[in-house]
């Protein structure tokens, strides 16, 4: 039987639902020519977390398989040829049990084919930034995780935003040179995009981290800072026990309390973004609306989210905040207005 190859959207298409449905709800509003690298360096970042999450490999291994990616993006990057034929090495080994970024992974020998057709342009920021990620998760994927039922969490503050800016702040930033190159934006907002993209990648990242404690738990892992768990008497091992929950709720306040300011900074970065660009404000509103609802329901239900299930929105939440996007998209007035509304709505 002839293996019939499928072509880059319909890889593409395929894959992005699969592995985050937000993403993909939120992607199509971009213009194809930046869609098309946006869509594939946000699977190559997928892939990069798939190896720090894999329960399929031991954490010396995944260091080892992220710092030889690393590797082979940044040598892109620096203007040498990639080497596909390198890239079966990164993911060689590993089972896939149905799990979608596992299959992602096993089949990233085509998505590497498909990045190599992007403009020169992008792709170098592409290998740069996700090759800069993967070398913060090789870093922690070495946390040792679970042992005899306790659950390890990151050191601290510094230590909680320094894990968020290589999962997340990589992307801002990324997303940021993407957006310069492809408008060849002038010099004054070019800079304050840059000075703003990180704390925009950390605000959905934090929320995101907060939200999907009950999950990371399972394999023994907590990504909040631990001094702050200290201060309010509690590890992330007693995240998950109701008795807590008086302490459970200021370390939650005090949590969401260090988040909202990058929420904040990325509702200025998104209304930097020039108004006639419509598609690309709405990529970057959405999921900070739908971050900030988040947080809210984590802040009204602090025990619940922390002991499980993760809280989620509605679809009928989603559908409304995806509305409220689209009618201010175009003005920076009504934008921040509504903006300021959720917050104090939410109470954050």
Same mark, same amino acid.
């Given at each position: 039987m002839v293996k019939i190859l499928k072509t880059n959207d319909s890889f593409i298409q395929e894959h992005i639902p699969r592995v985050s449905r937000t993403f993909a709800l939120t992607i199509k509003f971009l213009p194809r020519g930046l869609r098309n690298s946006v869509y594939?360096?946000? *699977?190559?970042?997928?892939?990069?977390?798939? &190896?720090?999450? =894999?329960p399929y490999l031991i954490p010396a291994e995944k260091s080892k398989r992220l710092l030889k &990616?690393?590797? *082979?993006?940044?040598?892109? /990057?620096?203007?040498?040829? *990639?080497?596909?034929? /390198?890239?079966?090495?990164?993911?060689?080994?590993?089972?896939?049990?149905?799990?979608?970024?596992?299959?992602?992974?096993?089949?990233?020998?085509?998505? $590497?084919?498909? *990045?190599?057709t992007l403009p020169g342009s992008h792709k170098k920021i592409i290998y740069r930034w996700v090759g800069e990620m993967a070398e913060g998760m090789a870093d922690y994927s070495k946390i040792d995780a679970q042992r005899n039922d306790i659950v390890v969490s990151l050191k601290n503050v510094e230590d909680w935003d320094r894990y968020c800016y290589y999962v997340a702040g990589t992307v801002g930033h990324m997303l940021t040179e993407l957006f310069i190159?492809?408008?060849? $934006?002038?010099?004054?907002?070019?800079?304050? &995009?840059?000075?703003?993209?990180?704390? $925009?990648?950390?605000?959905l990242q934090k929320v995101n981290v907060i939200k999907d404690v009950p999950d990371d738990r399972e394999r023994g892992i907590n990504y909040l800072p631990g001094d702050i768990l200290n201060k309010h008497r509690l590890n992330a091992t007693r995240l998950k026990e109701e008795s807590e929950s008086s302490k459970i709720e200021l370390f939650i306040n005090e949590i969401v309390s260090l988040t909202v300011p990058h929420l904040d900074d990325a509702i200025e970065y998104s209304a930097l973004i020039p108004q006639h660009l419509k598609g690309v404000r709405m990529f970057l509103i959405v999921p900070v609306f739908l971050a900030v609802e988040t947080l809210s329901l984590i802040k009204s239900n602090p025990v619940r989210a922390m002991?499980?299930?993760?809280?989620?929105?509605?679809?009928?939440?989603? =559908?409304?905040?995806?509305? /409220?996007? /689209?009618t201010r998209v175009g003005s920076n007035k009504k934008l921040k207005e509504y903006y300021r509304t959720l917050r104090d709505r939410s109470q954050i």
């Open positions: 594939t360096s946000y *699977l190559l970042c997928r892939v990069a977390d798939t &190896l720090e999450d =894999t &990616l690393r590797d *082979l993006l940044l040598n892109a /990057a620096g203007g040498r040829r *990639l080497d596909l034929d /390198a890239v079966s090495s990164i993911y060689e080994s590993v089972d896939t049990p149905g799990n979608d970024e596992q299959m992602l992974l096993v089949e990233s020998s085509r998505l $590497f084919e498909i *990045l190599e190159v492809h408008y060849d $934006f002038n010099m004054e907002i070019s800079e304050d &995009l840059k000075r703003l993209g990180n704390s $925009f990648g950390l605000g002991i499980g299930p993760p809280v989620k929105l509605t679809r009928s939440d989603v =559908t409304r905040l995806v509305g /409220a996007a /689209a």
